[in-house]
C-alpha cells in the first residue's frame, strides 16, 4: 500500500494544523542535505524532502486537505481548535466513551494521600537533538501506553511511604518544614530511594510502579513531534521555575500548571528539581538489548529536567544529565510511571 501524506510526516489523520507544521518541520531538519554524511545519501534526502513538501502543501491548506482525505477515504473532522477539554494539549477527545482508556488514575496511599497518572498514549516520538553531541543523534522511538505521574512526587506522597516504612529520610528539623510544604516535590532523594518508593508502591496498590526510562520521561515532557520545552519551543520563565525565575527554591508543583504542561498535561517537567529516571547513562540511539534499564549496578542513572537553580538551557526537554545513584541533594526528585492494567 502506498504511503499517504499522513504516513510521509508520521502524523495521525486527525492531527491538528499546529501538528502538521510541527511535523513539518522535524521532517525537513532531519532529512536536509547538509546533514548526510555523502553525496548518495544527500540524494535520497533531497528525494524525501521533495515528498515531505508535496506532503505539506496539501495537509496544510485546510481545502486541499479535505478534498485529499475523501481521495484516501479518511473520514475524520478536523478540528482547527488547538486547545482540548483540558486547556494543556494540541487535539480534543472525550475521555467519558466506554471504549476509549482513560485520561487519569488516581491512587490513594496511607494517610488518605492522593497521587495522580496521566495517560500518554502509544506511538513513536522524536527523541533527542541536534544540540549537544550526548543528545545525538535524534531519532524516533516507539513506546506503548503508559501514565506518568502528573506531578512530580510530593513532600506528603513520600513522606507517607516513610512513616509506613518507618524509613530514615531527613534529619527532624527538616521533617517540620517538609510538613509545612507537603505539595513541594520530595527532595534529598536517591535514585535507590525512588527505587524502594515504586516497590513499595507496587506492593500496596499491587500494579507496577516503576521510575520513568528516559524515552518515557523525554515523550511525556515534549510530545510526539519534539518541543524544546513541555509548553513549546520558545521558553518562558513564567511557566516554569528555573534560575531565570528568581525564586531560588522549590515551588508547589502545581505552581506552573497549566501554563507549563506538557501536550499530555504533564506538570513541572522544566525546572523545579532534576527528575530521576530508570535509566543508566548511555550514548544514543536507544536500542531494546542495550542493557540501560538493567536495575543492577552502581553505575550513572539519567536526571531529566533541570531545576529551580539551573538555567533554561538545561530546563529544555532533550537534555540529559546523569549522577550517581546514591547521591541526595536539595534539587533532585523523582516521579512514577504505571503501565495500563498492569499486576505485580
Not at 518541520?25 to 555523502?38: L, M, S, T
Not at 524532502?49 to 478534498?67: H, M
Not at 515523550?219 to 521558553?235: L, Q, S, T, V
Request: aromatic share 14%.
Amino acid at each position: 500500500m502506498a504511503k499517504t501524506y499522513y504516513d510521509i510526516l508520521d502524523i495521525p489523520p486527525d492531527a491538528t494544523q499546529d501538528q502538521i507544521q510541527q511535523a513539518y518541520r522535524i521532517a525537513v531538519k532531519f532529512f536536509h542535505p547538509d546533514r548526510q554524511g555523502d553525496e548518495k545519501m544527500r540524494q535520497v534526502a533531497n528525494n524525501k524532502l521533495k515528498t515531505v513538501n508535496e506532503a505539506y502543501s496539501v495537509l496544510n491548506d485546510v481545502q486541499a486537505r479535505e478534498q485529499y482525505d475523501k481521495k484516501i477515504g479518511v473520514t475524520y473532522k478536523h478540528n482547527t481548535d488547538e486547545t482540548n477539554q483540558e486547556g494543556t494539549g494540541n487535539y480534543k477527545r472525550d475521555a467519558t466513551k466506554d471504549n476509549e482508556p482513560k485520561d487519569h488514575l488516581i491512587f490513594k496511599l496511607p494517610g488518605d494521600v492522593l497521587i495522580e497518572f496521566v495517560r500518554t498514549p502509544s506511538g513513536g516520538f522524536l527523541m533527542g537533538s541536534d544540540n549537544k553531541d550526548n543528545e545525538q543523534p535524534c531519532h524516533r522511538v516507539y513506546l506503548p501506553e503508559f501514565y506518568i505521574g502528573k506531578y512530580p512526587v510530593t513532600n506528603a506522597q513520600y513522606l507517607s511511604f516513610v512513616v509506613s516504612t518507618k524509613r530514615v529520610w531527613v534529619s527532624l528539623k527538616k521533617i517540620h518544614l517538609i510538613e509545612k510544604q507537603g505539595n513541594h516535590p520530595a527532595i534529598y532523594i536517591s535514585w535507590y530511594d525512588a527505587q524502594d518508593f515504586c516497590t513499595w508502591m507496587s506492593e500496596g496498590i499491587s500494579r507496577r510502579f516503576h521510575l520513568p526510562t528516559e524515552a518515557e520521561w523525554e515523550k511525556a515532557a515534549r510530545g510526539e513531534y519534539g518541543k524544546e520545552y513541555p509548553w513549546g519551543d520558545e521558553f518562558n520563565k513564567t511557566k516554569c521555575n528555573t534560575s531565570e525565575s528568581g525564586i531560588g527554591s522549590t515551588t508547589p508543583v502545581r505552581q506552573f500548571s497549566p501554563q507549563g504542561d506538557s501536550p499530555y498535561g504533564v506538570a513541572d517537567m522544566a525546572g523545579n528539581v532534576w527528575e530521576w529516571c530508570q535509566s543508566k547513562y548511555e550514548a544514543y540511539p536507544i536500542k531494546s538489548d542495550d542493557g540501560r534499564e538493567d536495575l543492577k549496578g552502581d553505575a550513572a542513572r539519567v536526571l531529566r529536567g533541570g531545576s529551580f537553580l539551573t538555567y533554561q538551557w538545561y530546563a529544555r526537554s532533550a537534555y540529559r544529565y546523569n549522577i550517581r545513584p546514591e547521591a541526595r541533594y536539595n534539587y533532585i526528585g523523582f516521579r512514577v510511571v504505571v503501565s495500563p492494567s498492569s499486576r505485580t
